[in-house]
């Protein structure tokens, strides 16, 4: 038997540790649907209109999470996002109904609104130093007392139909039904899993020529068999219905662009490199204010986006609009396996992380839990994910 080096057990435990990781979020998201669908509700989950209906719902957690993971990913965190989307809601519906702006030009001044916030609070935490705990606790206030301000009846409503239609509409069925199922949306599963297994196998024979850890073939096929199937379950349940939401594409275009910024420019690895080792990345020439700077303007500017979804999905802007929010998308992104020290992260997790606490909501709600129990068990889950990360680790430093 040949000797096995200390080299070799170290990049085996990290195989481990990755495989673990991965697979345990993904297993924990599959055991969660199969909970609601099977026990909780009775089937009513995934029944009918509400796979759609989980979609829109839900859209702000993934859009405010993809933000809030590069704000954890650097070290910081980012408390006023849910403030900042009914701020900018009710902007938006005074923009349309008050002050007679296209739709096209009221998001246009949402998103600009966006990039001002993120700028103001990213000044404050980058070159004045004031920890980002602070500005953005100050920044809740601030924000919400702006949306109370704008709205003073407490609600705006009466918008458009064509904005209304960003959250609430279908796109068009161009290719027609094959056995009463939307051809388009058959199109964009089957791409979509042809994507996933193009990726994974273009991942691991990166890894491969560089000699890093990577899985074995025995768990990337089944791994690929079960996501691939899942998304084609899920293309099923959309094309049943009335197609390819809206809001489901406008997440897909947000997931694929922000996984290339974060894993293939040098914008995300600075992001990487001053949450892993600030002190670092600083001696390395790495710009950490402006880096931290734009991290808060890109935030700022998906709270915009958030809150068109959210405020084109209720048809109204309400000054109460956005409550918890911020609660929700950095629950997501500590479910989704980003450490709570900063310098760890990905978008993929923190779309399963977004999943888990769409199906919790959505799940909940059709069982009928009080909104009180539910914020009970959403924190007890971030708790035991945020636990499970720290023992992972100590338990991987003690190795």
């Known amino acids: 038997m040949s000797e096995v080096t200390t080299t070799e057990l170290a990049t085996e435990r990290r195989k481990f540790t990755i495989n673990a990781r991965d697979y345990g979020l993904l297993g924990a998201l599959l055991v969660i649907v199969a909970l609601f669908q099977f026990w909780f509700t009775n089937g009513r989950l995934l029944s009918g209109g509400n796979p759609n209906f989980l979609i829109s719902q839900n859209a702000y957690v ?3 999470a993809i933000g809030m993971v590069m704000v954890i990913i650097a070290g910081h965190i980012d408390l006023s996002v849910g403030s900042v989307v009914a701020m900018i809601g009710a902007v938006v519906a005074l923009a349309m109904n008050k002050w007679d702006y296209p739709v096209w030009a009221a998001i246009a001044v949402a998103l600009l609104l966006g990039a001002v916030v993120g700028a103001w609070q990213g000044f404050w935490v980058a070159f004045v ?3 980002a ?8 206030l601030i924000f919400r007392g702006l949306a109370i301000v704008f709205l003073t009846g ?12 960003i959250a609430n509409g279908w796109m068009p069925g161009w290719l027609g039904k094959v056995n009463d199922l939307d051809t388009l949306t058959l199109v964009f599963g089957a791409l979509a899993v042809v994507a996933y297994v193009f ?29 691939s199937a899942v998304i084609l ?28 910024v974060l894993n293939r420019t040098v914008f995300g690895r600075h992001i990487y490199a001053m949450g892993g080792n600030r002190f670092a990345a600083v001696m390395s020439g790495v710009k950490t204010k402006w880096v931290d700077f734009f991290i808060f303007v890109n935030i700022g500017v998906l709270a915009a986006v958030a809150a068109i979804v959210t405020t084109a999905r209720a048809g109204a802007a309400v000054s109460s609009a956005g409550n918890f929010y911020e609660l929700d998308a950095i629950a997501s992104v500590f479910i989704g396996g980003a450490a709570v020290q900063g310098g760890v992260g990905k978008i993929s997790g923190v779309v399963i992380g977004a999943l888990v606490m769409g199906v919790l909501n959505q799940g909940l709600s059709i069982a009928g839990v009080d909104s009180a129990w539910q914020q009970v068990i959403k924190g007890l ?19």
């Open 199 to 227: 990726s994974q196998l273009r991942t691991r024979a990166k890894l491969a020529a560089r000699n890093l850890p990577r899985e074995s073939f025995a768990l990337f096929i089944p791994k690929a068999v079960l996501v």
């Open 133 to 140: 705990f602070i500005v953005t606790l100050a920044g809740m």
């Open 154 to 165: 407490g609600t705006e409503g009466g918008l458009p139909r064509g904005f209304n239609n």
């Open 129 to 131: 130093r004031v920890p």
């Open 233 to 260: 379950y899920v293309t099923y349940l959309l094309a049943n219905y009335r197609g390819t939401p809206y809001v489901l594409f406008l997440l897909a275009v947000l997931v694929l662009a922000y996984t290339f």
């Open 381 to 399: 889950v971030l708790l035991a994910a945020v636990a499970f990360d720290v023992m992972n680790r100590r338990r991987a430093g003690a190795a």
């Open 62 to 64: 993934v859009i405010l």
